[in-house]
Structures are given as C-alpha cells and as structure tokens.
C-alpha cells in the first residue's frame, strides 16, 4: 500500500466517528441500533484499491476439517454475516481475501448509517466514492447547531448527486440560513427524513411543503419541536395524508391544522403510522376523530397536559374498535380510560396486536376484564399497562390473573403495573 493511500485512509478512518444501522443486507434485524466503536481504524480501514497481502490458504476448506466456514455458500455466509455490526464486519474484512470480498459487498453495507459533521466534510466526497459505499443509504448530520449553511448546502448537492440516498436524518441541526429551495428540493428527494428541532424558517416550511404537493419520494417524515403554523392548513393535510409514517412530537401546529388533516384523512389517506405527541386533537369532532385512527395500523398519542384529547374521543375510539378498524398497535399516554365500561375496554385491547397504555388512569375491574378476556379470545402478542387508580387493590387477583395467563398463553408479552407497583412483567423489550 503506497503512502500516500496510508494518509487517505487514516484520514477518512479519523472522521468516521459513529455508525449506525437501521437493518441489514437481509432485512432481518427488527431492532435498530446505533454503534460506536473506540477503534475507528477497524470501520473503514482500507481504501477500495488497498494491495494488502493475505494468506490464501487460510481461505480454502481442509480435508482434515469437514466444517471449515469457508466452505459454505456465499449466499449462506452472506446471511450469517448479516448478525454482524459495522465494525465487527471491518474486523472480518482483514482476516483473509475472501472475507474481504464477501464484506466488501456493497450490499452487505447498504443500510449503514454515515454521520457527517463539518471536519468530514472536505473528504466527504472521498469516503463516497469508496467501493463498499457504492449503495449505502442512511445519512445523519451530527456536530447540533453549529453545522454552517454552506456546509449544508454542499452536502445537499452531494446527497442529490447520490441517487442511492434515501434517508436523512437533520436533528438538532439548524437549518435556517439553507437557501429555501435547497432544502426543500433535497428533503423531497428522500424516502424518510428527521426534521427535529431544526430551527425552521416559515419560507423554508413553506417551500417543503409545496414542493411535497407538487412531487415527492417521502413516505416517512419526522417532524420534533418545530414550529409549522404558517404553512396553509389545506396544504399541509394534503401533503400529510400522501405520507406512510408521520411523526408529530411538541410540533407547533394550530387547532386548525389538525382540523385540516382529519378532515383529509376521513377522505383518503395513505396514512398507517401517525405518532401525535401533544398535538391538540380536542377540536376535532369525536366520530371524526374515531373513524381516522381506525384507518391506521399504529397510533400513539400523548395528553399530559390534559387537553389535547377528549374523553368523548376516547370513548368514540374504544366504541368504534370492532367496526372494520384497521388498527394493531395502539399507545396511550396521560390518558383516563376510568370512564369505559370494563368489558368495552377488555374488547377493544384484546383486538388489537399490541397495547401500551401508560401514567393513565385504569380501574382494577378494567384490567381484570381485559386478563379475562386474553384466557378466552385475544388477538393480542403483547400488552404493557404501566397504570394508577383510586382502588383500595385488587393487587394479588391482578397478579394471579396474568400468572394464569402466562401459564396458558406464554407467547403473549405481559408487563403490569398498577400504582408504581410491578405485578407482573415477562416483557423483556418494550416497544
């Protein structure tokens, strides 16, 4: 390896500070993590026309040794190799020529995540262009606020020469002197973009969003702790309705807005995933309410401080739970289901797949209803009630009751909690 390839790649090793995956090659992880490593040298440590030497025979099956992994199909390496983070796969690339080449498949680093901060940005286009990156698809910006405008603008135009990107991710960057259309151009482009806490101008969500109502490839958008109350109530519902996955978290949006998008959703929507963290819903009408989160596979929503939510839209949701609703995961936080008949309560959760319902009020007879129910006909896989109560306790019955279940259904995930005291809990992840 020539000098000059040494300095290269030391360079761009020391600017590859994290990494992340959402998945891998075979789409077979569920669970996304992020992954750091103390030893940047071992995640991307060779340039694509490195010369180093390996021992080939350690490459080649032995007759003394029937089970030497490396006389499996590539296919079959390929798939055990897919369990493996980031930096172990760069440890496996150094240990022979042929792990090299399997490791280096572009594939195999598709759903790696490369943070970007301002110091990696003058051989950005260098760790592009290596081999191993040629389809990589995950971008995040790090370093917060102080990421400069024209920095910005430059990985835009990178990220627009790279057709293969497909999710960007911008939290706590500020984004407010990117040039209007810029931004909006680049984020359109993407399959799934974060846009939390990025300081957005009111020209800059304009421009989003009416580049959205034109043409888009988003069907994921993330929207945390930034203020859209500008953008025309109609545009932002369309554009809204045309998304998979939507993300609203302390997002500034009038009661207008909100109006807006169940109206939209009540007509059409493309809609299954809606996460509603503080947004006032209170405006919109019950059934209204009811019948749009019935046309959704997921919904969390969030009334901490008591007025986003109605109990008359509570009560319309559970109501309408056995009419053709298209729900199966469903999370509720700061909210008083007291009020519902227990058994209208135990129906509803038992016909869904997953339930979280937490810092809530539940009746003891509410729970017990539900536990009831889940011995006879359930449609549940796992049910986390983390709740409080008035109830002088029915703590011990509770706990016999999910004991009974467990012992009957053991592939049900159970975690129950009533006033801050755990009765039972075999939920080993929660989601």
Known sequence: MSTEDNILNEKVDKNMLDMSSEDNILKM??????????DENNVLNTSEDTNMSYDDDDDLPTESDDYNINSLP?????????YLTYPELS???????????????????????????????????????IKRLARFQNIKTIGGPSFSACCL??????????????????T?????????????????????????????????????FAKMREKTQLQRLSVKYNALSMVDPFV???????????????????????????????????????????????DVGAEMFARCAHKLEYLKLTNQNTSCLTQQQMAALFSQAQQL????????????????????????VNSWEKVHISDSSITDEQVKATLELINKETKLNEL?????NNSSGDADDIAVMATAVYIKKPKIKLFIKVNAITLFDNLPVLF
Not at 384 to 388: A, E, G, I, Q
Request: one cysteine or more.
């Open 29 to 38: 992880r569920e669970d996304n993590e992020v992954l750091y490593t103390e």
């Open 74 to 82: 590539t296919e079959m390496l390929g798939v055990i190799i897919s």
């Open 91 to 129: 440890n496996l690339m150094l240990v022979s020529t042929h792990w090299k080449e399997i490791t280096e498949d572009p594939l195999v680093w598709k759903h790696f995540q490369l943070s970007v901060d301002e110091e990696k940005m003058d051989i950005l286009e260098n760790i592009l262009d």
């Open 153 to 170: 603008t430059l990985l835009f135009h990178l990220i627009h020469e790279n057709s293969n990107i497909k999710n960007l991710d911008l």
């Open 172 to 208: 706590n960057t500020n984004v407010c002197n990117v040039d209007p259309d810029i931004f909006s151009a680049t984020v359109n482009s993407m399959e799934a973009a974060n846009l939390d806490m990025n300081f957005l101008t009111f020209s800059q969500a304009d421009s989003v």
């Open 236 to 282: 932002l519902a369309e554009c809204f309705t045309r998304l998979k996955e939507l993300e609203l978290n302390n997002t500034y949006v009038t009661s207008e807005q909100v109006q807006a998008l169940f109206h939209a959703m009540g007509r059409q929507t493309n809609l299954v995933q809606l996460t509603l963290v503080e947004i006032l819903v209170a």
């Open 325 to 348: 609703s298209q729900l199966r995961q469903i999370i509720l936080q700061s909210v008083d289901l007291s009020f519902l008949p227990p058994r209208v309560l135990a129906s509803c």
């Open 384 to 388: 986390y009630l983390d709740v409080c």
